[in-house]
């Protein structure tokens, strides 16, 4: 029954509670259980408040028994990426800095997760503060991809795909600032969902690149990244950049919105630097969708290839090395011990309390946000990120959405690009432009490479078109098995 | 050589608004330390700032009030520096659109006399902006404690053209500021509790010379009167600098209002990389014209726009005007006195003398008092058409003060009003007379001011009833 539980698509779940055949508290010792066996081998979580999630899923299967089940999310545990605050839980970003920290606050997708009835279910591990393409740069350790235990689950919430992928948990929120769902999900072999910029409110989400970052979803299937995201969704008056729009039932528009699409493949997205097998992968999944009936048009988009990883990496540098000057330890988070007055606590705790990449980062940003070079890097990068919109918004005058690769490469050896800043930077070249023109971005599951590893078909949408998007994404799952298949973990 | 020095003045100002620039969080003065905050006040992960309306309402009423251009758009910034007050360690501000542009002060300079009105002048202003203000720190000998109540205050800053000349200019600059400000009801000024503070530019050149010397920026200028000694101590060190022989270093220095020195605090090469970049948290806010119509109607006369009216339109004199304008409400209470009793002068008096002097004495504001136009008018009306004298209105003044009841009703009640009874002012006038033979002698050897002293025992006698007008008529009579 466990076995067979956790693997379970959340949609089908949602109906065993519903009909009284699991309680809420049986599934959620399923995942401990899993958890306990396979963790320590995969490494996602960096902490699980096991007793508080049982209180959690108790009250849950209390509302249910009295009839006020709050929907399809009730009693369904959902994993947090570790900079995701959720009140009384530690919000780490897996770095030494926050180690000790502990959220006295609720993000807003918490509190509306809590409102749905899900059960927040762990801290999972990433990139220290988002910052990253392999998990590798957490100061906790590296978590393992769960189908190949010596390689990367990519990131950087490889932790929350890690964790869904191995089945210990069903379901979980991620950040994407430069493709850190979309990426992740493609090596670990998940359906990963960056929406629209504005769509999801980052109030709660520890900023890494405040223009880029957004919050999504890790699910097995298709259906469930709608079911999560119709949850998180929607306007808050907490953050600023989130967008008055009405949130649909993405389940609903999953059955509503039916092709044939026009689907643009961007020639730049298939060029030197993409893997053979993957190419291979990707281009047969375009073909199915040829031949399910949609148009496939050959499109270009030469500026988001030829400059979206520099454009980022002066804007998301930027933004970064001022969203992290608040982690000073004088408030709260990791202070020197050695520290003697107000500055060497700030250059000593941060000595101390950053990694390598979060301090090559801020490094540059503050770098690149300096008089005398504003102009020439910041300035300039945000007048190609506006041209590179552009670029997107035109071709989706004749396309209702773009397929491409998530990663040129599946996953690749712990270790094997740790030392080359610049080769990691390089596995995020076909998500990046989707994030600096703040479009949704998805990545399903689209074959195996001959090693076993998952490769991922991204699929990009119209702004605000999540309902087309996850429909695009559900008429390829439908018709191919490839989420059905789930790591040994021998 | 004559120098002359040039300054020019930033002021910060913290706006009365219920809560704090980019959250919920009350904004207040006094409250125990550290309760004033939330997540976004101390930074936590994750906190994220939305704008404040009311601020934004308020620094666009102080523009249009000091004659600015309102910029179309409200856009934001991040000051990036860090110091242990600013909890983000950047601040939220504006660099290259601030809200308002240009404007201007108009200031009064000291007249000659007390009653002869000065010379003005408008200081023409740079720009206005919003941010928020920093947290406060409190030095111990080992230790440095930060209280985060003040953080995220909304604060203007003002910067005056470097287009002031003298320290009474600087003065002069700051209190039509703060009334202006208090009157729009945009701040309400108080420097004792940080909510106006200034910092000024100052620099000294040879009469004539048209560049500008090397400036020196003072700060902790936290009185209005600190802020005119710190300026004219500062003109004369530079001045002894350059006739000494020496030259003007740019540096911040740091003046001591008590001990009335200044000490260098950092020199120019400390200047910091602020690293502005547009704030990524906040969208731009538009401000259209429905928005600005509506603030505009809620923009009060300006201040010397008021003086010049009441000058003009009531001619009254400048000293009453000097005390009428300054106060808003005081101004409109007089107005409304005025319009109802049709004597502007007469009121006018009243409010500037009696009813000042009675608020003081009862450590009240005008709007905490039980006196209404009505009855200052009435009190007025009661002089004019000679139902009482003007002694007896200042009783009467008093006790309506303190009891709220209306003159007419105190008169009548109290029997004030001026006897007019010849046979009653007769009796008197023939005891007083009899008692004052001394008087009486003095009078008829032509000593016209002995008739004081029978007048005075006449008016104790009928307890201030007795028409002077008539009892002066009556005791010549009777002498002579």
């Given at each position: 029954m466990a076995d067979e539980l956790i693997f379970r698509p959340v949609a089908e779940v949602a109906a065993l509670l519903d009909a009284k055949k699991i309680s809420s508290v049986e599934l959620l010792r399923a995942f401990v259980a899993r958890k306990q066996a396979v963790d320590g081998r995969v490494q996602a979580f960096n902490s699980l408040d096991e007793a508080g999630a049982l209180a959690l899923a108790a009250a849950s299967d209390a509302r249910r028994a009295a009839g006020q089940a709050r929907g399809p999310l009730e009693g369904i545990p959902v994993g947090f990426k570790d900079v995701i605050a959720v009140e009384g839980q530690p919000l780490t970003c897996s770095s030494r800095m926050l180690a000790n920290f502990v959220s006295p606050y609720d993000a807003t997708v918490t509190a509306k997760l809590k409102a749905a009835g899900a059960i927040p279910f762990g801290r999972l591990n990433m990139d220290e503060f988002a910052m990253g393409s392999s998990?590798?740069?957490?100061?906790?350790?590296?978590?393992?991809?769960?189908?190949?235990?010596?390689?990367?689950?990519?990131?950087?919430?490889?932790?929350?795909?890690?964790?869904?992928?191995?089945?210990?948990?069903?379901?979980?929120?991620?950040?994407?600032?430069?493709?850190?769902?979309?990426?992740?999900?493609?090596?670990?072999?998940l359906v990963g969902l960056k929406p629209t910029y504005g769509l999801v409110s980052r109030y709660g989400l520890a900023a890494f690149a405040s223009s880029l970052d957004q919050i999504g979803t890790l699910a097995h299937t298709v259906e469930d990244a709608a079911l999560l995201l119709g949850a998180i969704a929607g306007h808050d008056a907490h953050d600023s950049t989130s967008f008055k729009a009405e949130v649909p039932d993405y389940r609903a528009e999953l059955a509503k919105r039916q092709g044939p699409w026009r689907l643009g493949v961007p020639k730049e997205f298939f060029g030197a630097g993409l893997d053979p097998e993957v190419g291979a992968a990707v281009k047969q999944a375009i073909e199915f969708y040829r031949s399910a009936g949609c148009a496939i048009k050959p499109v270009s988009l030469p500026l988001s290839a030829e400059y979206a990883i520099a454009v980022y990496y002066l804007i998301a540098t930027a933004e970064a090395s001022s969203n992290l000057a608040r982690y000073d330890g004088i408030r709260y988070g990791h202070r020197s011990k050695a520290a003697t007055d107000a500055i060497d606590i700030y250059a000593k705790s941060r000595a101390e309390g950053f990694g390598e990449e979060v301090k090559r980062r801020i490094i540059l940003g503050t770098h690149v946000l300096s008089s005398g070079y504003y102009d020439a890097y910041y300035l300039r990068a945000q007048k190609v990120r506006t041209l590179i919109r552009g670029e997107f918004l035109r071709v989706f005058r004749e396309c209702d959405a773009l397929l491409s690769p998530t990663s040129p490469t599946a996953a690749f050896k712990i270790g094997e690009k740790s030392a080359d800043p610049l080769a990691m930077y390089l596995s995020d070249i076909y998500t990046i432009g989707v994030n600096l023109a703040g479009l949704p971005g998805i990545s399903v599951p689209c074959g195996f490479t001959g090693g076993g590893l998952p490769i991922g078909l991204q699929i990009i949408g119209q702004p605000f078109q999540e309902g087309a998007l996850l429909a695009i994404a559900r008429a390829y799952e439908q018709a191919h098995a490839w989420h059905t298949k789930h790591p040994a973990l021998t | 050589m004559k120098y002359e020095a040039v300054i020019g003045l930033e002021v910060h100002v913290q706006l009365r608004t219920a809560s704090k620039m980019f959250t919920r969080v009350a904004a207040g003065y006094g409250q125990p330390e550290n309760t004033l905050t939330d997540p976004v006040v101390l930074a936590l992960p994750g906190a994220l700032p939305v704008m404040n309306k009311e601020a934004l309402d308020k620094i666009i009423k102080a523009g249009l009030m000091l004659g600015c251009d309102i910029a179309p758009v409200c856009k934001w910034d991040r000051k990036n520096y860090f110091y242990p007050d600013s909890p983000k360690n950047y601040q939220i501000s504006q660099y290259d659109?601030?809200?308002?542009?240009?404007?201007?002060?108009?200031?009064?300079?000291?007249?000659?006399?007390?009653?002869?009105?000065?010379?003005?002048?408008?200081?023409?202003?740079?720009?206005?902006?919003?941010?928020?203000?920093?947290?406060?720190?409190?030095?111990?000998?080992?230790e440095s404690l930060v209280d985060y109540n003040r953080a995220g205050t909304p604060l203007m800053e003002i910067v005056s053209e470097p287009a002031l000349h003298s320290a009474d200019e600087a003065f002069a600059f700051l209190t039509v500021l703060r009334l202006t400000l208090v009157q729009g009801d945009v701040s309400d000024c108080d420097m004792e509790k940080g909510q106006l503070r200034c910092d000024a530019n100052i620099s000294i050149r040879p009469v004539g010379e048209t560049k500008l010397g090397t400036k020196v920026e003072l700060k902790n200028l936290n009185s209005i009167s600190f802020v005119r000694d710190g300026i004219a101590h500062e003109i004369r060190r530079q001045t002894a600098v350059v006739e000494g022989g020496g030259t003007i270093v740019q540096e911040t220095r740091q003046y001591?209002?008590?001990?009335?020195?200044?000490t260098a605090m950092r020199s120019k090469e400390m200047a910091h990389d602020y690293r502005y970049f547009p704030d990524p948290d906040l969208m731009p806010v538009k401000v259209d014209d429905a928005w600005l119509a509506a603030i505009r109607a809620t923009v009060p006369e300006g201040l010397f726009d008021r003086q010049r009216r009441y000058l003009e339109q009531f001619q009254l004199p400048y000293t009453l005007t000097a005390v009428?304008?300054?106060?808003?409400?005081?101004?409109?209470?007089?107005?409304?006195?005025?319009?109802?009793?049709?004597?502007?002068q007469a009121a006018a008096n009243w409010i500037a003398n009696d009813l000042q002097r009675e608020l003081t004495a009862a450590h009240l504001v005008l709007a905490g008092s039980k006196i209404k136009p009505a009855h200052v008018a009435g009190l007025v009306q009661l002089v004019e058409t000679g139902v009482i004298s003007n002694n007896i209105a200042k009783e009467v003044f008093v006790e309506m003060f303190a009891t709220g009841e209306l003159p007419e009703a105190i008169v009548g009640r109290k029997g004030l009003q001026q006897s007019t009874d010849t046979g009653e002012l007769e009796k008197w006038v023939a005891d007083a007379i009899a008692a004052n033979p001394k008087a009486v002698e003095g009078f008829k050897t032509g000593n016209e001011k002995a008739l004081n002293a029978i007048k005075g025992a006449i008016m104790k006698a009928s307890a201030g009833k007795a028409n002077p007008q008539l009892v002066d008529e009556i005791v010549r009579k009777q002498i002579g």
């Open positions: 998990t590798e740069n957490s100061a906790f350790g590296v978590t393992a991809n769960p189908w190949d235990l010596t390689r990367v689950p990519g990131g950087s919430s490889g932790g929350s795909a890690a964790a869904v992928a191995a089945g210990e948990v069903p379901l979980a929120l991620g950040s994407d600032t430069g493709g850190s769902i979309r990426q992740p999900a493609a090596l670990c072999g | 659109q601030p809200i308002c542009r240009r404007g201007a002060v108009e200031i009064e300079l000291p007249g000659p006399a007390r009653n002869i009105m000065g010379e003005h002048k408008k200081i023409p202003l740079t720009r206005i902006h919003l941010e928020e203000d920093v947290g406060k720190l409190t030095h111990g000998a080992h001591d209002g008590e001990a009335g020195t200044s009428l304008v300054p106060q808003l409400p005081l101004g409109v209470f007089f107005e409304a006195a005025a319009r109802l009793c049709g004597k502007p």
